[in-house]
């Protein structure tokens, strides 16, 4: 009878003509050089309708009935869905454990562990809210983000670094709001987390850069506008997000992300209007305000545009 080509693979690691690394390797290299079948994407497809379907079918059922269960009934259901979901998302991912080598993994089966990691984060957040009798926020907050971060660790891959990003910020901002319950001061903690996650980016810890450096700028934007919550600190509001503009659109100069344009030009077409009717009481009309915000955004893009420009003019004298 003839071996398939994974038995054909794992006799190899067993005669060590190969490592377990180097036939997940090769496998990989085998699945790319061979024809997919068109059913596989409407397999996928169908796996995520179906498991959306049953996730609906399970919160409607909850939510009936939440209420009328007790506080030690929640928490067992969220464990337990937590906990389900983990199980899954590592098993799905082929990642090394004490009893199993690695395993070899499609890129279909990544991701539907990325998602299932990336859920049970939130679900886990949710159980913390459930247990936690003082700060529950920042307590929910943290416990996603510190299972986001493992699952992130486990599997590299989309899903977790969105999770991270939005606990991160929700940690952050939770945590300054507990302690001050100043607007400023959330707004400073998000834009401090904005700051942090990009510096990751940079390192190359979160493996996603243009997608890592949009979040890192979002959540700097966010907390810069936050600070637009309370009247006295309005100005900050809008001086915050001027300034982390500025900051995307100097990074844009070295770091060549469409994105730092984007939430560069956000920043401005949001802050300068703000600054302008602040500064005139709300006198202005919200037709000058329009006219300020696209000449804000012409002159923004008009700038991007000159300095991706002078980057790929020193890119070819090198």
């Known amino acids: 009878m003839a071996e398939s080509r994974d038995d054909v693979l794992r006799r190899l690691v067993r005669e060590s003509v190969l490592t377990a690394e180097q036939a997940i390797a090769v496998g990989r290299a085998l699945d790319e050089a061979e024809p997919r079948p068109a059913g596989v994407r409407w397999v996928e497809v169908a796996g995520y309708v179906g498991g959306g379907l049953v996730l609906m079918g399970a919160l409607s059922l909850v939510g009936l009935s939440w209420a009328e269960l007790t ?53 886990g957040a949710l159980a913390a809210d459930v247990l936690a009798t003082g700060d529950r926020g920042t307590i929910a907050a943290t416990t996603g983000l510190v299972v ?21 910020a929700l940690a952050a901002g939770s945590l300054a709001g507990e302690i001050s319950g100043s607007a400023l001061a959330v707004g400073l903690s998000v834009i401090g987390a904005g700051v942090v996650w990009t510096a990751l980016v940079l390192a190359g810890v979160i493996r996603q850069r ?3 450096l949009g979040l890192g700028a979002a959540m700097a934007l966010l907390g810069g506008q936050w600070a637009l919550g309370q009247e006295h600190t309005a100005a900050w509001g809008y001086g915050l997000t ?5 900051a995307c659109l100097l990074l844009y100069r070295w770091e060549r992300a469409w994105v730092l344009l984007v939430a560069s030009v956000t920043g401005l077409t949001l802050a300068i209007p703000e600054a302008v ?22 002159t923004t893009s008009a700038v991007g545009i000159r300095l991706r420009r002078g980057r790929a003019g020193g890119d070819r004298e090198h």
Do not use: E
């Open 210 to 212: 243009r997608l890592g």
């Open 242 to 246: 001027f300034a982390v503009a500025v």
């Open 71 to 123: 506080r030690s009934a929640r928490i067992v259901i969220l464990l337990a869905v937590t906990a389900g979901l983990l199980a899954a998302g590592v098993a799905l991912s082929g990642v090394r454990l004490p009893w199993r080598p690695p395993a070899r993994v499609g890129p279909a089966q990544a991701r539907s562990a990325a998602v299932s990691l990336a859920l049970a984060s939130g679900t």
């Open 277 to 298: 009717w602040d500064w005139t009481g709300g006198a202005v009309g919200g037709s000058v305000i329009l006219i300020i915000a696209g000449a804000v955004l012409v």
């Open 148 to 168: 986001a971060a493992a699952g992130y660790a486990v599997l590299p891959a989309v899903p977790g670094a969105l999770a991270c990003a939005a606990f991160a």
